[in-house]
């Protein structure tokens, strides 16, 4: 069942701050794509390539530390709000966001092999980017389901989840080219899946983060039209 919750400014705030640091990444990340589009490829080479272009690094790091704050905003005040978010939901989101200062802090081998411990630490938690927020939005739905006010919302998470979850099976095939070269073709379409995979991350967390502005917003009203009026000193 789903317990009371603590919807308030607290709430709002934390629910504002997911949805804004959201969008820092993904204006980041379109930005990253169109200014490097000649040095980086986006149909076919990782995101994480950026931080070898002069001046991508720091952005690529900005972007991936606010979408983990952001998600970390979004946990907390799912919480706040009463949705049982305990096990699996708060453990695969709350890695994910690890999973993203990670891939910050340990930068790919600029190499097609991996030659060192940041690599490999850079690797794992790339995979856990691309699998655990779409299997923590699909743990969260039936929680979800649980509040009235959280029903609306749940179609589009069960469908972002899925799709991302989708999207990062087509990767993983994609990268069986690096074992058999040339398998899929000519064009490797590795680095676009994973921008997309990632898309449907943020739309997932933007969705969550929108709806608990809602939730959040309509308690503070509620609570400042229910307060009794102040009453002044009277000299």
Not at 16 to 24: D, E, K
Not at 76 to 102: D, I, N, Q, Y
Not at 143 to 168: F, H, I, K
Not at 192 to 200: E, G, P
Request: net charge positive; glycine share 8%.
């Amino acid at each position: 069942m789903q317990r009371p919750g603590r919807l308030g400014v607290a709430t709002l705030l934390l629910a504002v701050l997911a949805l804004m640091s959201a969008a820092r990444s993904s204006v980041i990340m379109v930005y990253l794509g169109v200014t490097f589009r000649t040095e980086v490829d986006p149909i076919s080479v990782p995101l994480s390539y950026y931080v070898f272009v002069d001046g991508g690094q720091e952005l690529f790091n900005s972007a991936a530390v606010a979408l983990a704050i952001g998600a970390l905003a979004l946990l907390v005040g799912l919480a706040r709000a009463g949705v049982r978010m305990a096990g699996s939901p708060t453990v695969l989101l709350a890695v994910w966001a690890l999973c993203l200062v990670l891939a910050a802090m340990f930068p790919a081998d600029d190499s097609p092999q991996i030659l060192t411990v940041a690599g490999w630490v850079h690797q794992f938690a790339g995979a856990g980017i691309l699998a655990l927020l779409s299997l923590a939005g699909l743990a969260a739905a039936p929680r979800l389901a649980e509040s009235l006010a959280w029903r609306p919302v749940v179609p589009t998470v069960r469908v972002l989840s899925a799709g991302a979850a989708a999207l990062a099976v087509a990767y993983v095939v994609s990268r069986l080219d690096d074992i058999v070269p040339g398998i899929f073709g000519a064009v490797d379409v590795g680095g676009i899946l994973q921008r997309m995979v990632l898309a449907f991350d943020v739309a997932v967390v933007a969705a969550l983060a929108v709806q608990l502005v809602r939730v959040s917003w309509v308690a503070v009203r509620s609570g400042a039209a229910a307060a009794p009026p102040a009453v002044l000193p009277r000299h």
